[in-house]
């Protein structure tokens, strides 16, 4: 059974930087999609970037496009999210997620078979 914490999360102001990570424990994520999703207060989980085993195929949504990166470490058991310039609506409690089949990005909940306990993320003008 896959294990996966978030770490990273924490307040900052609008424009500034976070990184988040998430590592995995119980078993080798390595030949495994994951993703990042997130979910505001009194809002559904909605996609924010996957990353494909390999680290070459990324999927992001039009929300976070060009201001966040995700990235894996396979070696670490550990994948990345950097998120740049954040803004109000950028806050919100981060989960990462594993999705056991396919080898394309994922950008749906029900894709994912393990899920972390998530890292909140409040963003203040």
């Known amino acids: 059974q896959v294990q996966l914490i978030e770490s990273g999360g924490g307040s900052v102001h609008t424009g500034d930087s976070l990184r988040l990570s998430c590592v995995a424990s119980?078993?080798?994520?390595?030949?495994?999609?994951m993703g990042w999703f997130r979910q505001a207060a009194g809002r559904k989980r909605e996609f924010v970037a996957s990353?494909?085993?390999?680290?070459?195929?990324?999927k992001y949504a039009d929300a976070v496009e060009g201001r966040f990166t995700v990235s894996r470490d396979n070696a670490k058991n550990t994948m990345y999210l950097q998120m740049t310039s954040l803004n109000i609506e950028d806050a919100a409690t981060y989960y990462c997620?594993?999705?056991?089949?396919?080898?394309?990005?994922?950008?749906?909940?029900?894709?994912?078979?393990?899920w972390g306990q998530g890292t909140q993320v409040t963003v203040s003008s």
């Open positions: 990353i494909t085993w390999s680290g070459y195929n990324t």
């Open positions: 997620g594993v999705a056991t089949w396919g080898a394309a990005p994922r950008d749906r909940v029900r894709d994912y078979d393990f």
């Open positions: 119980g078993g080798s994520i390595s030949t495994y999609t």
